[in-house]
Nanobody, 127 residues
Framework: QVQLVESGGGLVQAGGSLRLSCAAS????????MGWFRQAPGKEREFVAA????????DYAASVKDRFTMSRGNAKNTVYLQMSSLKPEDTAVYYC????????????????????WGQGTQVTVSS
């Protein structure tokens, strides 16, 4: 079992930055591929970013590439999403997700890949 708790969301003006954190308990995240997803009001949940269990590879949705950076913390049980140059269309509830893996270099970008989810943190970007 993996319990995930996101934090760091809030209200920010367009062009600003936020850093989201996802802290885990129950299992070390070093054995999990991780992802960030988001869901805006009235829209389906969508992929934002993913990182391998080893931390060596990342992938991003085209809409956030070059603005968002996903990383793993030194404590190994936290992952981050650094968001810069935020736009009003980034407004959503952001969720982190975990997938225990055997192969540390695998990336996963679809919702159905992940079995563990946090409760989400709201990000609101004002224009």
């Amino acid at each position: 079992q993996v319990q995930l708790v996101e934090s760091g969301g809030g209200l920010v003006q367009a062009g600003g930055s936020l850093r989201l954190s996802c802290a885990a308990s129950g299992r070390t995240l070093s054995s999990c591929a991780m992802g960030w997803f988001r869901q805006a009001p009235g829209k389906e949940r969508e992929f934002v970013a993913a990182i391998t269990a080893g931390g060596g590879r990342t992938d991003y949705a085209a809409s956030v590439k070059d603005r968002f950076t996903m990383s793993r913390g030194n404590a190994k049980n936290t992952v981050y999403l650094q968001m810069s140059s935020l736009k009003p269309e980034d407004t959503a509830v952001y969720y982190c997700a975990a997938k225990p893996v055997w192969y540390s270099a695998s990336l996963f970008t679809t919702i159905s890949d992940y079995g563990y989810w946090g409760q989400g943190t709201q990000v609101t970007v004002s224009s």
